[in-house]
């Protein structure tokens, strides 16, 4: 079934912007990117969600090692004693955590990158519950050659923490006969995207799949 997924405006990364645009999606590979108003006339029947803000391509997240093993993603019913940022250091090192624990913190840092937009993960899979969590989330696994150094305050989960523009924080632009990985943001444009961060993330699709959804 066909997808267009519409916004104020599409930032293919590579191409001109596009005011009021579409991304039409057929199974996980985009089928069409332009005006929303010629795409959805070429196609009646297709399902149309419809976006606030920007649509970009989906974010690369350089530090997925550190976020997943070195840190400790709290569980929402823990937010009372850890709060909800993610753990580490000599916070981290406090806790007493066993491999269940473990597990569900690495579930829920994948889960809280999807939240940010990000479809590209650098990360080292030498451990079976790492590898097992990344290949069910979906996220494509990306080479970490080219990684910035790591911020004095440790990684963010915001990707455009690192000081890159949108071109510099995406894996690879939005292109026809591509897989449809893309992120929609609450920001009118790049330079308000930049300002707001990742955080502002209200959709994210991943292969095709609306993955995360805002409420």
């Not at 985009?30 to 419809?50: K, M, T």
């Not at 391509?57 to 850890?82: F, I, M, V």
């Not at 451990?127 to 440790?154: E, F, H, K, M, N």
């Amino acid at each position: 079934m066909l997808t267009i997924h519409a916004a104020p405006l599409v930032l293919p990364v590579g191409a001109a912007p596009v005011p009021d645009g579409a991304v039409v999606v057929d199974g996980n590979r985009i089928a069409a990117i332009g005006p929303y108003r010629e795409l959805a006339a070429d196609r009646p029947r297709a399902r149309v969600r419809h976006w606030p803000g920007v649509l970009t391509p989906g974010l690369r997240q350089w530090h997925g090692t550190w976020l997943l093993k070195r840190c400790y993603h709290p569980d929402p019913r823990e937010s009372g004693e850890l709060g909800e940022l993610p753990l580490s250091g000599t916070e981290l090192e406090a806790l007493e955590l066993d491999a269940a624990r473990w597990a569900g913190s690495v579930r829920r840092g994948l889960q809280r990158m999807l939240r940010h937009g990000t479809t590209a993960l650098a990360v080292t899979l030498d451990d079976p519950v790492l590898r097992t969590a990344v290949a069910r989330s979906g996220l494509t696994v990306v080479p970490s050659v080219g990684a910035p150094g790591i911020l004095v305050g440790g990684p963010d989960l915001d990707p455009f923490v690192e000081g890159h523009d949108l071109a510099g924080s995406v894996r690879t632009p939005l292109a026809v006969g591509a897989r449809a990985d893309f992120a929609v943001f609450d920001a009118t444009d790049e330079a308000a995207l930049r300002t707001t961060g990742a955080g502002s993330c209200v959709a994210t699709v991943l292969d095709g799949r609306l993955v995360y959804r805002a409420r």
